[in-house]
């Protein structure tokens, strides 16, 4: 093996692992936010449908009546399992999330992933389309370069 040879397929290689690299944190922090707002929405519906339920009478029952009013005290100040509702919603927006921005960035998850499992010219020529991928959309989505300005139309 030859010095270029090795320093290429180092170059290839590390592009490999920097695409999933990225692909993978773009997924973790739009999971975050997901999360984040699956849950405030879970608890936000949780305490709209405890309101409604204590301003409507569904029953003469007094006791039907205390208790929807305890469940809405309950859910304005947090409690009544809020604290359990909110981590399962949580897991759920972040999954929602995560695989949502894998999908999005499929090409460049199965360039780089086809980096890292070729050898040869083959993984050469894939981290080579990897960087310009990456490169062409840095350019587009962080310059403008290349973008339809839609306000000049």
């Keep these: 093996m030859n010095v270029s040879a090795g320093i290429t ?13 990225a692909a993978l944190y773009d997924a973790h922090q739009y999971g975050k936010i997901q999360a984040k707002t699956c849950s405030k929405n879970h608890l936000a519906n ?7 339920d ?11 009546s205390k208790l929807q ?30 695989f949502t921005s894998l999908a ?10 086809a980096t890292l499992v070729t050898k040869g010219k083959v993984s050469n020529i894939l981290g080579a389309a990897t960087a310009i991928y990456g490169g062409v959309r840095a350019a587009t989505t962080a ?8 306000l000049n139309k």
């Design 104 to 113: 999005e960035n499929i090409v460049p998850l199965a360039l780089s992933a």
């Design 143 to 150: 310059f403008g370069i290349g973008k339809t300005n839609y």
């Design 54 to 64: 204590s301003k409507t009478l569904s029953s003469t029952s007094t006791i039907d």
């Design 9 to 21: 397929k180092i170059l290839a290689k590390g592009v490999g692992v920097a695409g999933i690299g």
């Design 69 to 98: 009013k305890a469940r809405l005290d309950a859910e304005m100040k947090g409690g009544l399992f809020g604290g359990i509702r909110s981590g399962f919603a949580q897991a759920k927006g972040y999954v929602k999330g995560a």
């Design 46 to 52: 949780s305490a709209c449908d405890a309101y409604m």
